[in-house]
């Protein structure tokens, strides 16, 4: 199913926090959303999953506009990990999971065992199955963070949008969630922080800088020193792996603020 978003802008505080964004996701692509803090990442999620109203232009979900969906239509096409995203607190881990089915079910069709069966393999696939009936209030960060993504992964969409889902991981469940993502037959739209994840697990990494896209193509295209220099005001060199071929950034130092990096070329033309 595929994301558009057609002149995309929201204001708020007097000013155009987004604008001008125009983007086509396709079928199955994995895309990285990467920018500083304040750029818009979080902005440019809510309006693709229907939270948050357009200022300017819309988005359309299989070529429908959001506005002419409703809630229930959206949520059995995408669902969305939020950042900081909550739960009540007397819910149990397998509580709020099975919350993904609710847009599957009616009076017709109530929870059963197939839903169930669902359930558990979201469980598994995010290792929480030993947490099942854990309360909520009870987990730690990265085990709260990977339960709103099996209750994502229950709604068994087609679309997944995710506002830095490696948030409080450890390393092992932060490589296991991207590698589960990559793996999974979704279209994923991601913000993410560290760049050599969007490298590494996206095919189109999309470089936010103040509201306004400063660069969109795949990761080798755009995730260039230049770019991040720009855009980051970090230098940084690439290493390629002589093995394999993987690409990896290697910080080397930081613009001191105040001082603002230069505005040069930013490759990777919007398409
Ligand atoms: N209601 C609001 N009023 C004023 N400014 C707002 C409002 N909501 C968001 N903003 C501003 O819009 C900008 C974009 O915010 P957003 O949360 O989308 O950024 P982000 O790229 O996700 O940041 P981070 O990396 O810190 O999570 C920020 O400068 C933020 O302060």
């Known amino acids: 199913m595929t994301l558009t978003a057609s002149s995309l802008g929201r204001d708020a505080g007097g000013r155009a926090i987004l604008d001008?964004?125009?983007?086509?996701?396709?079928?199955?692509?994995?895309?990285?959303?990467?920018?500083?803090?304040?750029?818009?990442?979080?902005?440019?999620?809510?309006?693709?999953?229907?939270i948050a109203r357009p200022s300017r232009g819309e988005v359309r979900l299989g070529g429908v506009p959001l506005q002419r969906l409703t809630r229930r239509d959206i949520a059995r096409r995408l669902a969305f990990v939020e950042q900081q995203a909550e739960t009540a607190d007397r819910l149990t881990v397998r509580d709020a999971v099975e919350l993904g089915r609710t847009p599957h079910l009616s009076a017709l069709r109530p929870f059963g065992e197939a839903d169930t069966r669902v359930v558990n393999a979201a469980l598994e696939r995010v290792d929480m199955a030993s947490f099942a009936g854990r309360l909520w209030h009870t987990?730690?960060?990265?085990?709260?963070?990977?339960?709103?993504?099996?209750?994502?992964?229950?709604?068994?969409?087609?679309?997944?949008?995710?506002?830095?889902?490696?948030?409080?991981?450890?390393?092992?469940?932060?490589?296991?969630l991207l590698a589960l993502v990559r793996r999974l037959p979704v279209t994923a739209v991601m913000a993410l922080h560290d760049l050599n994840h969007a490298s590494a697990y996206c095919d189109r990494v999309l470089v936010l800088r103040g509201g306004r896209i400063?660069?969109?193509?795949?990761?080798?295209?755009?995730?260039?020193?230049?770019?991040?220099?720009?855009?980051?005001?970090?230098?940084?060199?690439?290493?390629?792996?002589?093995?394999?071929?993987?690409?990896?950034?290697?910080?080397?130092?930081?613009?001191?603020?105040?001082?603002?990096?230069?505005?040069?070329?930013?490759?990777?033309?919007?398409?």
């Open 20 to 50: 001008g964004i125009d983007l086509t996701v396709a079928p199955g692509e994995r895309l990285g959303i990467v920018g500083p803090n304040g750029s818009g990442k979080s902005t440019l999620l809510r309006l693709l999953a229907g």
């Open 139 to 176: 987990l730690s960060g990265g085990e709260r963070q990977r339960t709103h993504l099996a209750r994502a992964l229950a709604q068994e969409p087609a679309i997944l949008l995710l506002d830095e889902p490696t948030n409080h991981l450890d390393i092992r469940h932060q490589v296991a």
């Open 214 to 271: 400063a660069g969109l193509g795949a990761p080798a295209e755009v995730l260039t020193p230049a770019t991040i220099r720009a855009v980051f005001g970090v230098e940084v060199t690439v290493h390629t792996d002589p093995g394999d071929g993987t690409r990896s950034l290697l910080v080397k130092g930081h613009i001191p603020f105040g001082e603002t990096p230069e505005m040069t070329h930013v490759t990777g033309a919007a398409r």
